[in-house]
Nanobody, 121 residues
Framework: QVQLVESGGGLVQAGGSLRLSCAAS????????MGWYRQAPGKQRELVAT???????NYADSVKGRFTVSRDNAENTVYLQMNSLKPEDTAVYFC???????????????WGRGTQVTVSS
């Protein structure tokens, strides 16, 4: 089984920065996409940023220019550098990974437990 473990959440003032990390561990063939989603109180979970194995990135319009998603050279850790944070960024941030468990097999979706990001005014 695969486990995604997030870290780096916390409390920060508006305009500040945080760096989230998510490490994948376990047995799988390859990781196709990794990224981040978030869910604020009373709102649906929404995409924040994703990155493919080819380092193609996708960002929500609300975070473009402020957030940067990246991964390490082992392709088992994804990061989210969050700059110029706003109170509306307050949410639980979930790590996401789409993995192929074996060659030619179906893709499987995995989620981390989530890490709280709180931005104060």
């Amino acid at each position: 089984q695969v486990q995604l473990v997030e870290s780096g959440g916390g409390l920060v003032q508006a305009g500040g920065s945080l760096r989230l990390s998510c490490a994948a561990s376990g047995s799988y063939f390859s990781i196709t996409i990794m990224g981040w989603y978030r869910q604020a109180p009373g709102k649906q979970r929404e995409l924040v940023a994703t990155i493919t194995s080819g380092i193609i990135t996708n960002y929500a319009d609300s975070v473009k220019g402020r957030f940067t998603v990246s991964r390490d050279n082992a392709e088992n850790t994804v990061y989210l550098q969050m700059n110029s944070l706003k109170p509306e960024d307050t949410a639980v941030y979930f790590c996401y990974a789409s993995l192929r468990m074996r060659w030619g097999g179906a893709l499987s979706n995995y989620w981390g437990r989530g890490t709280q990001v709180t931005v104060s005014s």
